[in-house]
């Protein structure tokens, strides 16, 4: 009876720092689908990360450090099959913001920083995570998380309309960036709108014929 004790007493520490949870046991017959799943994930993130580092005013390689590295940290030690865990648009508009009138965008100082307001953060989801305090987030309305991702979609399209007609220095802000893109409409390179326009229509196409493809 003490040794059935002992063994239960051990169980949830086994259970607890068990590694590669979302990954093991790995069925054969899975397989093939997980390596389509690997390579949509890819081909979504990928671009999708490097495009959040022109929000956050960081350099296009701190975007892949977003993406490769946290997801293999969370196939060591995460649990879950289905979560995707990178950098978001939401997070980088944050940073942008908070850290836009302590320093120049780009600059060593604001790389500076933006280096100490991730360790920071990381320190402080360690600290929630070893007190448990993950009930805070119920306390966030549903219409307050769709206005702030709505806000936050509208300002990176915004930001994004100076690449679509390849137009430079698209500003600070969004209404700045608005006024200095019909000013730079003359200016725009129509190869690149070419190349807008097809991608724009075969996202929609492929969204209405083939809403399952990737």
């Not at 892949?64 to 590295?69: A, D, K, P, R, V």
């Not at 009138?101 to 920071?120: C, H, K, N, R």
């Not at 549903?142 to 994004?160: D, E, K, N, S």
């Not at 100076?162 to 700045?176: A, E, H, M, R, S």
């Amino acid at each position: 009876m003490k040794k059935l004790n002992a063994n239960t007493a051990q169980h949830p520490t086994k259970k607890r720092f068990r590694l590669f949870q979302g990954i093991l046991p790995m069925a054969g017959a899975t397989i093939g689908n997980d390596i389509v799943a690997g390579i949509v994930l890819a081909a979504l993130g990928i671009p999708e990360v490097m495009g959040y580092t022109k929000i956050a005013g960081t350099p296009i390689a701190t975007g892949l450090y977003t993406l490769i590295l946290p997801a293999l940290a969370f196939a060591l030690f995460g649990s879950s099959r289905h979560l995707v865990v990178a950098a978001d648009s939401a997070t980088a508009a944050i940073l942008a913001a908070g850290l836009s009138g302590l320093a120049v965008l780009g600059s060593s100082q604001y790389l500076a920083d933006s280096e100490l307001v991730a360790i920071l953060v990381a320190g402080l989801l360690l600290l929630a995570r070893l007190f448990r305090l993950g009930f805070l987030a119920d306390f966030l309305s549903r219409t307050v998380l769709v206005g702030f991702l709505t806000g936050v979609g509208i300002q990176v399209a915004i930001g994004q309309l100076g690449g679509l007609l390849d137009l430079k220095g698209g500003g600070n802000n969004p209404i700045q960036q608005i006024i200095n893109t019909f000013e730079g409409l003359p200016h725009a390179n129509p190869l690149a709108i070419v190349i807008s326009l097809a991608v724009l229509i075969t996202v929609k196409l492929c969204d209405r014929l083939l809403p399952k493809f990737p």
